[in-house]
T-cell receptor, first 113, second 110 residues
Framework: DTAVSQTPKYLVTQMGNDKSIKCEQN?????MYWYKQDSKKFLKIMFS???????INETVPNRFSPKSPDKAHLNLHINSLELGDSAVYFC????????????FGEGSWLTVV | GEDVEQSLFLSVREGDSSVINCTYT??????LYWYKQEPGAGLQLLTY?????DMKQDQRLTVLLNKKDKHLSLRIADTQTGDSAIYFC??????????FGTGTQLKVEL
């Protein structure tokens, strides 16, 4: 029933590891996003995909690689995790067009130790 | 690019009105949003306003937009303890990219 769902919700991992966060939306939206919320609660967009194509990439290190196998899924893979990657990662989706409401997932809390 | 600013903290007494303010820099922003984030939870869309409106009311929530000053506010009437959360203002820019403010931590005291 959840519109935008992310897994896992919590992830604790060691520096240097590679991990993935999965996201799925069942709203039929064309556009999906990844946002990062740091320890100070600042929220910033990382990526945006429209119909599986990358349209926004906000100067994110290339250790972060989004993958969209179809328009209902946008997974985030992170290589060689660093301490500074610890954050909450939010997946989101929206219908096409400017200004359409963006719906967020519940967030994935990543802690790198 | 767009810059969205909010004050970091607001404390009110239960039953009073809360007013959370936000300023943005990009005058071409077409939609402006308010999101709520409770501790340990995701982002919940509260309300939004289109840039050609100056006010929108939705139950206890009133959004005021001063497009000339690029100032947005969210008023919560009869604030309750359950309203304690972080409130984010956000503006829509190019590519439907949402730029968020820094968030305002609202604390409701008895």
């Amino acid at each position: 029933d959840t519109a935008v769902s992310q897994t896992p919700k919590y992830l604790v991992t060691q520096m240097g590891n590679d991990k993935s966060i999965k996201c799925e939306q069942n709203l039929g939206h064309d556009t999906m996003y990844w946002y990062k919320q740091d320890s100070k609660k600042f929220l910033k967009i990382m990526f945006s995909y429209n119909n599986k194509e990358l349209i926004i990439n906000e100067t994110v290190p290339n250790r972060f690689s989004p993958k969209s196998p179809d328009k209902a899924h946008l997974n985030l893979h992170i290589n060689s995790l660093e301490l500074g990657d610890s954050a909450v990662y939010f997946c989101a989706s929206s219908p096409p067009g400017i200004g359409n409401t963006i719906y967020f997932g519940e967030g994935s809390w990543l802690t790198v130790v | 690019g767009e810059d969205v600013e909010q004050s970091l903290f607001l404390s009110v007494r239960e039953g009073d009105s809360s007013v959370i303010n936000c300023t943005y820099t990009d005058s071409s922003s077409t939609y402006l949003y308010w999101y709520k984030q409770e501790p340990g939870a995701g982002l919940q869309l509260l309300t939004y306003i289109f840039s050609n409106m100056d006010m929108k009311q939705d139950q206890r929530l009133t959004v005021l937009l001063n497009k000339k000053d690029k100032h947005l506010s969210l008023r919560i009437a009869d604030t309750q303890t359950g309203d304690s959360a972080i409130y984010f203002c956000a503006a829509t820019g190019g590519g439907n990219k949402l730029t968020f403010g820094t968030g305002t931590q609202l604390k409701v005291e008895l």
